[in-house]
């Protein structure tokens, strides 16, 4: 079970509370909710919010910051998701913040995220090698024309890069079948679900 919580006097809904579920059960649908065991809640803002950042440069010394997110994803922690990013989800775009973080939950099954996720019945090698090279070559190449679809966000990291791919995987596959069908293919095994198709196995 999964607890709900707000921010900032936000009053919860149902209707908030069952946006939020349906999509979050997407990413699972084939997997199971054992795949979100471990943790229990999700807080909701109203819109976004500033989240402490910190860092160490090369000299030792730690840096602190905040930045603004629309959403995140604590290892063994809630989901944190801006209610004005939420609210018009139904839009088809490849853009979800729901199926991103919770995307991210996937992925810290296994410790930080890192776009590698537990595999089951899979070739680990194999997702791997396709992620790294489309990983390499998005981060270099991210502002070409054959790429512009994709947000650029996920050349932030290996675990943005599969967030941001999962996000299109759901809302608008094709993107991916056209850019990085290899990685179509892996996201297909591991969330056993062929969007492109409507197939699920």
């Known amino acids: 079970n999964k607890q709900f919580c707000t921010t900032h006097d936000l009053i919860l809904w149902q209707t908030m509370v069952q946006l939020i579920a349906l999509q979050a059960c997407l990413p699972i649908l084939k997997l199971g909710l054992e795949w979100y065991a471990g943790w229990y809640t999700i807080i909701v803002y109203p819109s976004g919010f500033l989240s402490p950042q910190g860092y160490l440069d090369d000299a030792g010394v730690r840096h602190q910051h905040d930045r603004r997110l629309s959403g995140e994803a604590w290892e ?72 512009e679809r994709i947000d650029p966000y996920a050349a932030h990291s290996p675990a943005e890069f599969f967030s941001v791919l999962s996000e299109l995987f759901f809302e608008t596959p094709d993107i991916i079948v056209d850019t990085y069908p290899e990685i179509y293919r892996q996201l297909s095994l591991f969330y056993r679900q062929d969007p492109q198709s409507g197939a699920v196995s």
């Open 76 to 147: 063994g922690g809630p989901v944190i998701l801006s209610w004005d990013e939420v609210k018009n989800a139904g839009e088809i775009n490849g853009e979800n913040l729901v199926i991103h973080e919770f995307a991210h939950k996937l992925d810290m099954r296994n410790g930080v995220a890192n776009g590698f996720p537990p595999l089951h019945d899979m070739d680990a090698a194999a997702w791997s090698e396709n992620f790294s090279q489309a990983y390499e070559d998005f981060s270099m190449n991210y502002t070409s024309p054959e790429l």
